[in-house]
């Protein structure tokens, strides 16, 4: 979408290794978020972020970490990937009062 | 119980179709959203309300705070409009965090 990337859009990865996943925005939005989109869950938020080097847990928060050490940059990282951790990430970013703009996901599968 | 519930959870209708989807929510909102999301994946965000009605072509959003109900219908439906649709509350209660619906699939039959 517009102003958002996120990459890569898919990857295999083993079970135990470290995965890291980047979201991208050109839009100078304070505020990114990470969620994860599993049949029967709908999406859910693993972490936020509300400006540089600021970040918070979400509900689903166990297993990952991010960082933020730019703007424009939110980097989701699974620290060791577990078959559980195969899903559809999703990024998106708000300015506040106004909606939200969705990357276009990227599919990990841990085998 | 989830706090926010969408029904039904499938739909399917002829083209031509007035549809509704309804969303209830449990929590202090700022704002609702609908997002839309075909298969393959991309999400977009449709509307933003915080009350009362707003409207974009063939798409209509309404709310209703006190009841804590909001409607999306979608006027002469068509194929294209075939997707999943998700509400999605801004919560006051929780820092101002997004909770979602599980969604809504529609699929309209030409």
């Known amino acids: 979408d517009a102003g958002i990337t996120q990459s890569p859009r898919h990857k295999v990865t083993e079970t135990g290794t470290p995965v890291t996943l980047r979201c991208h925005q050109t839009?100078?939005?304070?505020?990114m978020y990470w969620y994860r989109q599993d049949p029967g869950h709908g999406l859910r938020l693993i972490h936020y972020s509300y400006g540089v080097k600021d970040t918070d847990k979400g509900e689903v928060s166990d297993g990952y970490s991010v960082s933020r050490s730019k703007t424009e940059d939110f980097l989701l990282t699974l620290e060791s990937a577990t078959s559980s951790q195969t899903s559809v990430y999703f990024c998106?970013?708000?300015?506040?009062?106004?909606?939200?703009?969705f990357g276009s996901g990227t599919r990990l599968t841990v085998v | 119980k989830n706090e926010v519930e969408q029904s039904p959870q499938n739909l399917t209708a002829q083209e031509g179709e007035f549809i509704t989807i309804n969303c209830s929510y449990s929590v202090g909102i700022s704002a609702l959203h609908w997002l839309q999301q075909h298969p393959g994946g991309g999400i977009v965000s449709l509307f933003m309300?915080?009350?009362g009605k707003k409207k974009h072509g063939r798409l209509i959003a309404t709310i209703n705070i006190q009841e804590k109900h909001s409607s999306l219908h979608i006027t002469a439906s068509h194929p294209r409009d075939s997707a999943v649709y998700i509400c999605?509350?801004?919560?006051?209660?929780?820092?101002?965090?997004?909770?979602f619906g599980k969604g809504t699939r529609l699929h309209i039959l030409p």
């Open positions: 309300l915080s009350s």
């Open positions: 839009e100078n939005h304070r505020y």
């Open positions: 998106a970013i708000s300015k506040q009062g106004y909606g939200y703009t």
């Open positions: 999605a509350v801004r919560s006051v209660n929780r820092d101002d965090k997004i909770i």
